[in-house]
């Protein structure tokens, strides 16, 4: 079966400017979680929503948002874009169950300039 | 904050077994060990995971101490291939959340 697909692959914005990346779960999956990783800080989990509902949140200012929409896929917005937004943005999804196993996309490398 | 350490880069000789170390000394009875990895540019991708029994599947082996305060993941056969950044992870299972803390891993090098 497919695997988690994001969109768009590789994005160049400017600071100030918004930014929203989309995440399509494997099917049958309900929980989706997004995550940023730098080179500074490696790999920080975002949120993570289940059945359209945000489940768990991280340490991340309010510009970063996210939703999930009733087919589980789903989106994070980003508002007023930083130079320290610039990382790879990746997505996993799960069938949500306890201890279930993730299954990383390939990432949104998102450039601030 | 990360429950783990793991030292920051190992190399392995290609065909040889690649045993790579995880410290846990906090990790509570009802925590799991799990293992990903992360080959350049890609997303995490799930190796194996465990409570207190060694366990093997089809890509590695884990070994778990008797105290759980420490594991070994064990690629039997190394390739090129499984050259990548190694992230030992302790995870509560819980029904509602999939969080995981990566910590910052391991740097494996496989050469021929």
């Known amino acids: 079966k497919a695997g988690v697909t994001q969109t768009p692959r590789y994005l160049i914005k400017t600071r100030g400017q918004q930014v929203t990346l989309s995440c399509s779960p494997i099917?049958?999956?309900?929980?989706v979680s997004w995550y940023q990783q730098t080179p500074g800080q490696g790999l920080q989990f975002l949120f993570e929503y289940f059945s359209e509902t945000q489940r768990n949140k991280g340490n991340f200012p309010g510009r970063f948002s996210g939703r999930q929409f009733s087919n589980s896929r789903s989106e994070m917005n980003v508002s007023t874009l930083e130079l320290g937004d610039s990382a790879l943005y990746l997505c996993a999804s799960s069938l949500g169950l306890a201890g279930a196993e993730q299954y990383f996309g390939p990432g949104t490398r998102l450039t601030v300039t | 904050d990360a429950k783990t350490t793991q030292p920051p880069s190992m190399d392995c000789a290609e065909g040889r077994a690649a045993n790579l170390p995880c410290n846990h000394s906090?990790?509570?009875?009802?925590?799991?060990v799990y293992w990903y990895r992360q080959i350049h540019s890609q997303g995490p991708q799930y190796i194996i995971h465990g409570l207190k029994n060694n366990e093997t599947n089809e890509m590695a082996s884990l070994i778990i101490t008797e105290d759980r305060k420490s594991s070994t993941l064990i690629l039997p056969h190394a390739t090129l291939r499984d050259t990548a950044v190694y992230y030992c992870?302790?995870?509560?299972?819980?029904?509602?959340?999939?969080?995981?803390?990566f910590g910052t891993g391991t740097r494996l090098q496989v050469f021929p």
């Open positions: 099917s049958g999956h309900r929980s």
């Open positions: 906090t990790i509570s009875g009802n925590e799991y």
């Open positions: 992870i302790v995870r509560l299972l819980s029904y509602n959340t999939d969080k995981l803390i």
